[in-house]
């Protein structure tokens, strides 16, 4: 089982930053595949971005790339995603997630949740 807490959402105007991170419980964190994604009002849960269980692969979404950075510190038990150059459509809730697969764009094939966080880009 493992446990995931994300916090560091907010509000920030366009061309703003945000750092979001995702603490999660257990001994095993280093042994899940971490991702990042996210749902805005009306619209279906979106991959973001994600890395492999050691943090040497990442993959991002088109929409984020160049913007957004994935990081994870195993001896923390954390997951971190930088965002930057914020844009309006970017608004969302931001949810991490934990896979038995080294990375995963796909949702399905992520067994554990975050409650998730929200970002407000304003224009």
């Known amino acids: 089982q493992v446990q995931l807490v994300e916090s560091g959402g907010g509000l920030v105007q366009a061309g703003g930053s945000l750092s979001l991170s995702c603490a999660a419980s257990g001994r095993t964190f280093s042994s899940y595949g971490m991702g990042w994604f996210r749902q805005a009002p009306g619209k279906e849960r979106e991959f973001v971005a994600t890395?492999?269980?050691?943090?040497?692969?990442?993959y991002y979404a088109d929409s984020v790339k160049g913007r957004f950075t994935i990081t994870r510190d195993n001896a923390k038990n954390t997951v971190y995603l930088q965002m930057n150059s914020l844009k309006p459509e970017d608004t969302a809730v931001y949810y991490c997630?934990?896979?038995?697969?080294?990375?995963?764009?796909?949702?399905?094939?992520?067994?554990?949740w975050g409650q998730g966080t929200q970002v407000t880009v304003s224009s």
């Open positions: 997630a934990a896979s038995g697969v080294a990375w995963s764009t796909t949702r399905f094939e992520y067994n554990y």
């Open positions: 890395i492999s269980r050691s943090g040497d692969y990442t």
